[in-house]
């Protein structure tokens, strides 16, 4: 899916104070009430509150999220409802978002001022993608995907329950109610989904009859005389692919293997959607391979062709921004959170350098709350160092403790039991369940889902063939704050290398990159690249003795792409059956009730949040928060699928 930059709406009023739309020439709502339009339209059409009753999981597709007055009318609901669904998601795309502040004054004075308040705080930067806003911590999920819901429909993944048809009229916006956009809606609906719109028009009748809905005219609101209902109701329904089904497990119980940050934000994804989960590890504490570095960053990144790579770290970025957020709000973490530069690759002078830059940002429409391209000026003030040029300055990025940030995901949460010293040599499937047994057999835990977020002794436990990860050798220094020489920025600053602020009396810096090298001791020489790249970010090089220096050595987890593996373990015993359409992830089928969880190389304090909510949700069910072109992107069945498409050449 190609992002397209944003045109964010305009708003204006009728005299009588509604809410209208200069570029379409259309009122938002009628003058009866947005509120009380969307009770009667489209909860009251789609029989709610009463078919969310009792169940676990209810979702609402809404094809333009407009002023949300559609969404905070039913997040109402919900509240107000004793008998309401363990969790309410709530998906809408939105080609023209407002901007915060026209938000907020389209919701002062709102007549449900404390969600309207929550609504206008939890608003996202207007950046390409799917924005994940948690609400009434976490049962309460929108989903607002920014662009044209043509483009979004076929990326959506999610079992819908109910359709919000809502834009402006159709001959105001025809696209919005084109054939292929109702059509679209049939293969997102689950069995008995409902639809309603406040439009009684013929073609969007049409439209959804020929998407397999059974279509009703009924009493129209604030003088309408008609509105239209529909219930799914197809001939037939297509069996959906086999790489992303829910686990067909009886119980929700869960063993994740591996406490970094890939394991502990797993397990932390998975409790939050109910499931009970153990977490095991050989070692004593969680974090103590690469994830125990003192000190990482997060940030985003920039690429004039907006590839995979480029839009998931945008999402992951922005995703953990707001986890953060919501996390130090509960508990103390230490780190940097008010921004990250990162250096520009050297142009034959400053102004071309930011030129490239600013034409990046307009090639991508990445907002300033994202990234700013920053003169030599203003990234010396920034940083607090003689940086050589211009710099990337991305708002929310900084650095933090992972180990930190990998326990406060599993502390107080009662779903999660932490089993330390639990060495797992083996898998072995037994009825509906997966034992993990030690170097005797001996069983260590079981449970019908198991999560492999061991880093490179995932492919080692799996045995799997078609599977390119590496581990990396990375080596980090440890400065003392006063050495001589040695220039302490004031936020993190990155380029071939990175430096961190003081922290305890320390400065961290680094790192090394040494594919294969099993190495476990520090090395002068890799003390010395590192002072290297202190000086060209700095300009000056800290004077010490490096044979003396302290600091880490890790192995990074990476795949060939540099992308995430995750999902479900693929079967590659299908690569031997004649037939077997397997040239797509999402066609190739996996073991039962096995998952991966690994590769997250150099990013995991920036991927791990968003990855692991991925994976949940594709074991839970649950709306997935990633377009399905990236999910695609990171399943760990595309190696499978790759050597179907480009076998290697015999001999």
């Keep these: 899916m190609k992002s397209a930059p944003l045109q964010p709406a305009e708003i204006g009023f009728t005299p009588e104070g509604v809410p209208w739309s200069p570029l379409f020439g259309d009122v938002y709502h009628t003058a009866a009430g947005a509120l009380a339009q969307a009770r009667h339209v489209f909860l009251g059409g789609n029989g709610l509150p009463g078919r969310w009753q009792g169940r676990e999981r209810f979702t609402v597709l809404e094809t333009g999220f407009g002023l949300g007055n559609n969404f905070l009318a039913t997040w109402a609901a919900w509240r107000e409802d004793p008998q309401r669904c363990e969790r309410l998601y709530f998906v809408s795309v ?140 197809p001939r037939f329904r297509a069996e959906g692919p086999r790489g992303w089904q829910p686990a067909a497990a009886a119980t929700r119980e869960a063993v994740i293997v591996g406490a970094g940050l890939a394991g502990c934000a797993a397990a932390h994804a998975l409790a939050a959607l109910g499931w009970h989960c ?105 940083s607090g160092l003689p940086l050589p040029g211009p710099a990337w300055f991305y708002p929310g990025g900084g650095w933090l403790r992972p180990g930190e940030l990998a326990r406060a995901w599993i502390e107080d949460e009662p779903r999660i039991r932490w089993r330390p010293g639990l060495a797992v040599q083996a898998l072995r499937r037994a009825g509906e369940r997966w034992q993990l047994l030690d170097a005797h057999g001996r069983v260590l835990a079981q449970a019908p889902v198991v999560v492999l977020a061991n880093a490179n002794d995932a492919a080692l436990l799996l045995g799997l063939r078609h599977w390119p990860l590496a581990p990396v050798r990375g080596q980090t220094t440890f400065l003392p704050a006063g050495t ?25 810096c680094g790192a090394t990159t040494l594919h294969h090298d099993p190495d476990p001791a520090l090395r002068e020489a890799d003390h010395l690249h590192n002072l290297a790249q202190v000086e060209r970010l700095t300009g000056s090089r800290p004077h010490v003795d490096a044979a003396t220096l302290p600091g880490r050595v890790g192995w990074r987890c990476v795949a060939d792409d540099r992308l995430p593996v995750l999902g479900g373990v693929p079967d590659e015993s299908a690569l031997q059956q004649p037939g077997e359409r397997l040239d797509h992830p999402r066609f190739v089928p996996r073991v039962p009730g096995l998952y991966v969880y690994t590769g997250l190389g150099s990013r995991g304090i920036t991927w791990s949040a968003l990855a692991a909510q991925v994976l949940a949700a594709g074991i839970d069910g ?30």
């Excluded at 705080?121 to 948690?134: E, M, Q």
């Excluded at 969007?204 to 309408?224: I, N, Q, S, T």
């Design 94 to 233: 939105e080609k023209h978002p407002l901007r915060r502040p026209d938000l907020e004054r389209v919701h002062a004075g709102h007549a449900l001022p404390e969600l309207a308040r929550a609504l206008v705080d939890a608003w996202p930067p207007l950046a390409p993608g799917l924005h994940t806003l948690g609400f009434d911590d976490g049962r309460v999920t929108l989903l607002l995907a920014l662009g044209d819901v043509a483009d979004w429909l076929p990326q959506l993944a999610a079992s819908v329950d109910a359709f919000y048809l809502d834009g402006f009229a159709p001959a105001k916006n025809g696209q919005m109610w084109a054939p292929q956009v109702l059509k679209a809606l049939g293969r997102l609906a689950a069995p008995g989904a409902t639809a309603a719109t406040w439009s009684a028009a013929r073609g969007v009748r049409d439209g959804l009859a020929a998407a397999g809905f059974e279509v009703e005219r009924a009493p129209g609101f604030g003088g309408k005389r008609d509105m239209t209902v529909a219930r799914h109701a």
């Design 278 to 382: 153990e977490l095991v590890d050989r070692h004593p504490a969680p974090a103590q391979e690469a994830s125990g570095n003192p000190g990482g960053l997060f940030h985003g990144i920039v690429n004039p062709q907006d590839g995979a790579h480029a839009r998931f770290n945008r999402a992951a970025a922005l995703h953990l921004e707001r986890m953060l957020k919501a996390l130090r709000a509960t508990r103390p973490l230490a780190g940097g959170f008010d921004g990250l530069l990162r250096l520009q690759a050297p142009r034959p002078s400053e102004d071309a350098a930011l030129q490239a830059m600013q034409q990046a940002i307009a090639a991508t429409g990445l907002p300033p709350e994202y990234v700013r391209a920053v003169d030599m000026a203003e990234a010396r003030a920034l």
């Design 484 to 508: 001589p020489g040695l220039r302490v920025p004031l936020r993190p600053v990155a380029g071939a290398g990175y430096l961190l602020p003081a922290h305890d009396g320390q400065v961290l």
């Design 622 to 651: 649950a709306p997935c928060p990633l377009e399905a072109d990236l999910r695609e992107a990171l399943d760990a069945a595309r190696f499978v699928s790759r050597a179907v498409r480009r076998p290697a050449p015999p001999g």
